[in-house]
């Protein structure tokens, strides 16, 4: 379920190579995934991170799970690393002295709040302590380059994993441009994100990884040397944009331009 892209193929057609897997945070060998779709466990509420709140498996996608939190809507759905340090089982926030809370957006009265954990854990499939993994550790620096391919999530459509490459290095952040895409998508974010995974994660989860976008041509190299030349010349201030097309999604935007970032991609 890989489409027909081809890692090793684009990488020869656009000259490029792909981040070594120690820039990353992210296990040299992928954790397995044993959840199944139905089992419940505590997860910070993403729009409310001091929450600690019950999820639900609603999907599971290579080393990701779909979580939905009980008490919460379908259109709020979003994904975990199943080595995430933002899940954890059932029973780890009472024992370290906290209280589950309802989501943000909790269907019922907060009133209803103790009545409805009671329900919504009573007989309940809680994910066995053995299946979570721990984080891996961070690389202790930025090791990123101009460049560098990679396979990132599309914050914008979470679900998705997609061939990117690093637009700008700035200290301990990253710009993320997402190949053949026009910038509406790029994003900052720390060397250490775990939305960033080397070349071949997908392949070797078995998640699916999208192909590049068709909106923007993706330089093709006719040598490796010219493609080699091509990275090399995208320094910090040169010549040549750090994406296809010259977006380059600086955090702050200069006037104009924002609606540009807005156009429907
Ligand atoms: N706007 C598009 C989705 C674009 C996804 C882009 N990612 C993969 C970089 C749509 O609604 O089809």
Not at 84 to 107: A, D, V
Request: aromatic share 8%.
């Amino acid at each position: 379920h890989q489409g027909h892209f081809s890692w090793e193929k684009y990488l020869k057609e656009t000259g490029s190579q792909p981040a070594p897997p120690h820039c990353f945070r992210q296990s040299c060998s992928p954790p397995s995934n044993d959840y199944k779709i139905g089992m419940k466990l505590e997860a910070q509420d993403p729009r409310n991170t001091t929450s600690t709140c019950i999820a639900s498996v609603v999907g599971l996608t290579g080393a990701r799970l779909r979580l939905r939190l009980d008490g919460s809507d379908n259109k709020n759905d979003f994904w975990r690393l199943v080595d995430s340090s933002e899940i954890q089982p059932i029973g780890t926030c009472e024992k370290n002295g906290g209280m589950l809370q309802p989501p943000l957006g909790f269907r019922l009265n907060a009133s209803s709040w103790p009545m409805f954990l009671l329900k919504t854990l009573n007989g309940a499939e809680m994910a066995p302590a053995k299946i979570f993994h721990k984080e891996p550790p961070s690389p202790p620096q930025n090791h990123f380059e101009i460049g560098m391919k990679l396979e990132a999530v599309d914050r914008k459509n979470p679900h998705f994993i997609c061939p990117a490459t690093i637009g700008e290095v700035r200290g301990s952040e990253i710009l993320v441009t997402f190949d053949g895409w026009r910038g509406a998508f790029d994003y900052w974010c720390r060397y250490d994100s775990r939305d960033i995974f080397p070349v071949g994660w997908c392949s070797l989860t078995g998640d699916n990884l999208q192909p590049p976008g068709t909106k923007v041509a993706i330089p093709k190299s006719p040598l490796p040397a010219a493609g080699i030349a091509t990275s090399m010349m995208r320094g910090p201030k040169n010549l040549l944009p750090a994406v296809p097309g010259g977006k380059r999604g600086k955090p702050g935007r200069k006037k104009g331009q924002l609606s540009k970032a807005l156009i429907h991609q």
